[in-house]
């Protein structure tokens, strides 16, 4: 089966750093992807990890390491456009496995 | 170019009835998966398409079901429609599937079961 961990809310001030945690323990590992969702919309893509270590994209940041099934997204720079859900999901052999999603409000 | 398309936007129904949603992938996309999202969850996985084919299926009941057409586009079929099928219905596509192929989501059928 696969559990997929992350923390419910997080609340962070316009300009600052905040970073989400993922932990997950899946069946299958082909990569963690992280996504954002405003309310009432699709997911849209941020970053991909399969290789340990960190991906930057921006201002924003995702670290991966495999062994401690663990990752995390580090959004810089915080503007409040930046208020939203963020999603952790794991990719098995085909599927994408999600967490509840973290919800961050940035606050002026 | 034209995203991944879903329609109806929106669709209200009553317990037993049954429904159709659509997806039209990302031109060049021959993968489709159906995933649904009630609220304040992240979105789980219904069933992925590949070439016409289903290549996987998530832990939903058999009166959900679904089918991949020539042109990669999908319909997603639910039939008997219970209250707790109220949800956020994603479609996401991609060009094929497993590795890095990252996985482009429609806007979302929002289906409310009374």
């Known amino acids: 089966g696969q559990n997929i961990d992350q923390p419910t809310e997080m609340t962070a001030t316009e300009g600052a750093i905040v970073q989400i945690n993922c932990t997950y323990q899946?069946?299958?590992?082909?990569?963690l992807f992280w996504y954002q969702q405003h309310a009432g919309e699709a997911p849209t893509f941020l970053s991909y990890?399969?290789?340990?270590g960190l991906e930057e994209k921006g201002r924003f940041s995702s670290f991966l390491s495999r062994s401690k099934g663990y990752s995390y997204l580090l959004l810089k720079e915080l503007q409040m456009k930046d208020s939203a859900s963020y999603l952790c999901a794991v990719r098995d052999d085909y599927k994408l496995s999600f967490g509840a999603g973290t919800t961050v409000t940035v606050r002026a | 170019d034209a995203g991944v398309t879903q329609s109806p936007t929106h669709l209200i129904k009553t317990r037993g009835q049954h429904v159709t949603l659509r997806c039209s992938p990302i031109s060049g996309h021959k993968s489709v998966s159906w995933y649904q999202q009630v609220l304040g969850q992240g979105p789980q996985f219904i069933f992925q398409y590949y070439e016409k084919e289903e290549r996987g299926r998530g832990n939903f009941p058999d009166r959900f079901s679904a089918r991949q057409f020539p042109n990669y586009s999908s319909e997603l079929n639910v039939n008997a429609l219970l209250l707790g099928d109220s949800a956020l219905y994603l479609c996401?596509?991609?060009?094929?599937?497993?590795?890095?192929?990252?996985?482009?989501f429609g806007p979302g059928t929002r289906l409310t079961v009374l």
């Open positions: 899946t069946s299958g590992f082909n990569g």
């Open positions: 990890n399969v290789l340990d």
């Open positions: 996401a596509s991609s060009v094929g599937t497993g590795g890095n192929n990252e996985q482009f």
